[in-house]
């Protein structure tokens, strides 16, 4: 019973001596204003946080995870052709990719894809 009280007192101890020391001993002498201040890619921090951005950039960067993540369903089909019934793979495949097209289609009619008026 003693060993497991001084095995807890022990475990609490050594993290609380460790995290004093870490503490006193980083403390920093000279406060400099520009050293503390947060550099985010040269931008001001004291300026506005909402900037401006094209919603046709935003737009692209969405059609662009969409079709980057139908990609990645399509890498496997080639890969269960030789496993599975042929029709029924051209039959799946034809339809997937018809759906791709007609999305793609309805985005180009939609104009999504024009980055300048």
């Known amino acids: 019973m003693m060993?497991?009280?001084?095995?807890?007192?022990?475990?609490?101890?050594?993290?609380?001596?460790?995290?004093?020391?870490?503490t006193t001993l980083s403390k920093k002498s000279i406060n400099d204003r520009e050293k503390s201040s947060p550099f985010e890619c040269g931008f001001d921090p004291k300026s506005s946080a909402r900037m401006p951005f094209s919603i046709q950039f935003f737009l692209i960067a969405v059609i662009f995870l969409i079709f980057d993540v139908e990609i990645a369903l399509i890498l496997p089909i080639v890969i269960i052709m030789k496993t599975s019934n042929i029709m029924m793979w051209t039959l799946s495949t034809m339809t997937?990719?018809?759906?791709?097209?007609?999305g793609l289609y309805y985005e180009w009619n939609q104009g999504a894809l024009k980055w300048a008026n």
């Open 96 to 102: 997937f990719i018809v759906i791709l097209l007609t």
């Open 3 to 22: 060993m497991l009280l001084m095995t807890v007192a022990i475990t609490f101890m050594l993290p609380m001596i460790i995290m004093l020391l870490a």
